[in-house]
Structure formats: C-alpha cells, structure tokens
C-alpha cells in the first residue's frame, strides 16, 4: 500500500461550509440572471433552462437563509456583490 492511501491529510479550506454553499448557490443564481436577459432579448430558451428561471425563487430564499448563517468575518458577501444586491 502506498503512503498517499494511508494519509490522513486533509486538505484545509478557507472558507466554512456555509460559505462554500452560499457561493455554490451564488453561481447558480448568476446562470439564471444571464438566462433572463436572453429571455428579455427574445431568445427562446430549453425546457431545463425554463426550469432553472422557475427555480431562482426557492434560490433566493436557500441564499438569503445562508446568509444570515455566515460567519461574522467572512468576506463572501463582499466578495458576491451582485448576488448581495439581489437580497
């Protein structure tokens, strides 16, 4: 056996779980708003891509939840201003 397989080094992230989610989140909520202005330039769009426009409601609620979970020093909302802005 290898001393990679018997390692038990974890690499350490810089931000918390919560932070993490909340930028996931973050992207997803940014794929809708370039999907909405395709909307508002008249291109028809996929039935997923429907779906995804539908959904930004319950995104909106999942973030503003994460945010009021982040820790007091985390700099995410800095960091997403555009998200930020839509709470």
Known sequence: MSW????TYQKQSAFAEDEKEF???AKKLRDILKLEEKVKTGENLAQNQQ???NSKD?????????AGRLPGDSDVLEKTQDITALL
């Open 4 to 7: 990679r397989a018997e390692s």
């Open 23 to 25: 930028l996931k989140l």
């Open 51 to 53: 779906d995804k426009i």
């Open 58 to 66: 319950l995104l909106l609620k999942e973030v503003t939840l994460l």
